[in-house]
């Protein structure tokens, strides 16, 4: 049996490219390592994603896998550790099977890069976020702090600056990968105050977050906050593509406009693809397009 279209990841990317896959008719399967609904499904509260208000990200993610398999989408859950492609059909190894398809439209995200520090997993989603814009809404007029010093970094820290009452922007070193411009802009801001030359050693606090102990030019220091904010960087999930599609030094995928790779038929979308803005709605579009330009594809072979 060979498919039309196998999506490799069923976060918002995936999930929307298999809605509008089987809307062209395409017999399509989407395997899923962990979750459906991917890195949205541990945001407490979606407040950014048009026509829902407000929604669980779990909840989020049900919808739209439940809407993907109404439509037809067949999907199941597994690792996929190889692809080949062979002539015009590729294939697909999850465990011990292999499943064939016409196209691949790799859609695995990237996974925020942790800091490896004391309490990180515990203060998961309660305090501790790997995303300004999704839960930075919860620390209205709170202290926070964010650790980076890269174009996240700052932009985060520019964002919380204008809900919260004060954030610390604490980075390892004296100089940023942040474009100087954005530097320079939130220096201005009164109530952000930089902590340089400084790394984070643990998070501190009983049930939620209370403070975070620094090392800070050999010598440590704890501050007072309820929040932190992790932006040091993503990891993308392309290990298995080494050799086989362009990636970037980071490991993004490269794509054309149309989400297209130089390999016919392999298509990347959402997160793991070399792209400026990650969001939610970035992803269901990539989603859009890449399933929609293989469907274009498909018709021609
Ligand atoms: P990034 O540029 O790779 O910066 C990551 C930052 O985290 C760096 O300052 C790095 O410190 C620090 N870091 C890494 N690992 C760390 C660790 N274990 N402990 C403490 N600090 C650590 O990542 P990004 O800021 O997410 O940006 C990714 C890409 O997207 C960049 O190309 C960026 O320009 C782009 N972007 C653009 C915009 C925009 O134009 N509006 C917005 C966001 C992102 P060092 O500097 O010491 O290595």
Redesign the pocket.
């Known amino acids: 049996m060979i498919y039309d279209i196998i999506i490799i990841g069923g976060g918002p990317a995936g999930l929307s490219a298999g809605i509008y896959a089987s809307r062209a008719l395409k017999k399509t399967l989407i395997i899923e390592k962990s979750v459906f609904g991917g890195q949205i499904t541990q945001a407490s509260k979606v407040e950014n994603y048009p026509g829902f208000g407000e929604i669980s990200g779990m909840e989020l993610g049900e919808k739209m896998a439940d809407q993907a398999k109404k439509l037809g989408v067949e999907n199941i859950y597994g690792e996929v550790t190889k692809i080949e492609k062979n002539k015009e059909i590729f294939t697909v190894t999850v465990g011990q099977k292999e499943y064939l398809s016409k196209v691949v439209i790799y859609a695995t995200g990237a996974s925020p890069?942790k800091?490896?520090v004391e309490n990180e997993e515990k203060f998961l989603g309660s305090g501790i976020s790997y995303c300004a814009t999704c839960d930075g809404a919860f620390f209205k007029e709170k202290t926070v702090c964010v650790?980076?010093?890269?174009?996240?970094?700052i932009?985060d820290a520019n964002y919380l600056a204008n809900l919260c009452k004060k954030v610390y922007l604490i980075?390892?070193?004296d100089s940023?990968?942040?474009?100087p411009v954005?530097v320079s802009l939130l220096k201005e801001k009164e109530n952000v105050e930089f902590i340089l030359n400084a790394?984070?050693k643990s998070v501190n606090g009983e049930d939620k977050v209370q403070s975070v102990t620094l090392n800070e030019q050999n010598e440590e220091k704890e501050i007072k906050v309820d929040g932190v904010f992790v932006?040091?960087?993503?990891v993308p999930n392309t290990k298995i593509l080494e050799n086989f599609v362009p990636l970037t030094p980071?490991g993004y995928i490269k794509t054309n406009y149309e989400l297209e790779t130089p390999v016919a038929g392999f298509y990347a979308a959402g997160d793991v693809r070399e792209k400026?803005?990650r969001q939610l709605t970035t992803a269901t579009n990539d989603g859009t397009i890449a399933a929609i330009k293989a469907s274009e594809y498909l018709n021609t072979l």
Do not use: M, P, S, Y
């Open positions: 890069r800091l490896q650790i980076g010093g890269g174009n996240t970094a932009d980075h390892r070193r940023f990968r942040g474009e954005k790394t984070l932006a040091v960087g993503h980071n400026q803005v």
